[in-house]
């Protein structure tokens, strides 16, 4: 059974600081490219960040130099630093395991809200 536990959401001023987790449970984790995906209220669900079992990265431009993603494939961890949050990044927040050309998996997502 596949499990994505995601954790480390949360509120936090503009400015702040946040550092999410995934933790996979139920793959191989180390040939999986993972992503972080976010989904404001209203919107839809979009790329914030993503990593290739390489190690390869890829940002969306509005998070670029302030978020990143980092993967410890002997724990099965994805993680998101998150630094210098805006208002606008308060999102849901879900993990993402994907491996072409099967179906991706998806965590049950965290908040996180940017508010003073």
């Known amino acids: 059974q596949v499990q994505l536990v995601e954790s480390g959401g949360g509120l936090v001023q503009p400015g702040g600081s946040l550092r999410l987790s995934c933790a996979a449970s139920?793959?191989?984790?180390?040939?999986?490219?993972m992503g972080w995906y976010r989904q404001a209220p209203g919107k839809q669900r979009e790329l914030v960040a993503r990593?290739?079992?390489?190690?390869?990265?890829n940002y969306a431009d509005s998070v670029k130099g302030r978020f990143t993603i980092s993967r410890d494939n002997v724990r099965n961890t994805v993680l998101l630093q998150m630094s210098s949050l805006k208002a606008e990044d308060t999102a849901i927040y879900y993990c993402?395991?994907?491996?072409?050309?099967?179906?991706?998996?998806w965590g049950q997502g965290t908040q996180v809200t940017v508010s003073s």
């Open positions: 139920g793959i191989i984790f180390n040939i999986y490219t």
């Open positions: 990593i290739t079992n390489g190690g390869g990265t």
């Open positions: 993402k395991a994907e491996r072409l050309p099967f179906q991706p998996y």
